[in-house]
């Protein structure tokens, strides 16, 4: 079992920049390729970043490739997400999710761990 807590949602303007963490406990971290998602209102929950295991190799949805990064820090048990230039269109709840592969996956079926989901709003 591994419990994934996220922080750093908030209120910013558009262009703003928010880094959005995600602390893990439980199993180890090192084992699981880490991603965030998002689910705008009366949408279905759509990938937005991911990263494989020990970091080296990461992989973004077409629309934040260029302004958001994903990173972790395996010895902290914590993944990040910079968002920059922020758009009110990413304005939704933001999860991050752990899925024990080998391979990175960029699809919400395949990830077996979800923390509560933190909220960014970006005003316009």
């Known amino acids: 079992q591994v419990q994934l807590v996220e922080s750093g949602g908030g209120l910013v303007q558009a262009g703003g920049s928010l880094r959005l963490s995600c602390a893990a406990s439980?199993?180890?971290?090192?084992?699981?390729?880490m991603g965030w998602f998002r689910q705008p209102p009366g949408k279905e929950r759509e990938f937005a970043a991911a990263i494989s295991r020990g970091g080296s190799n990461t992989y973004y949805a077409d629309s934040v490739k260029g302004r958001f990064t994903i990173s972790r820090d395996n010895a902290k048990n914590t993944v990040y997400l910079q968002m920059n230039s922020l758009k009110p269109e990413d304005t939704t709840v933001y999860y991050c999710?752990?899925?024990?592969?080998?391979?990175?996956?960029?699809?919400?079926?395949?990830?077996?761990?979800w923390g509560q989901g933190t909220q960014v709003t970006v005003s316009s």
């Open positions: 999710a752990a899925d024990l592969s080998t391979v990175v996956r960029t699809t919400s079926v395949t990830f077996d761990y």
């Open positions: 439980g199993r180890i971290f090192s084992n699981y390729v």
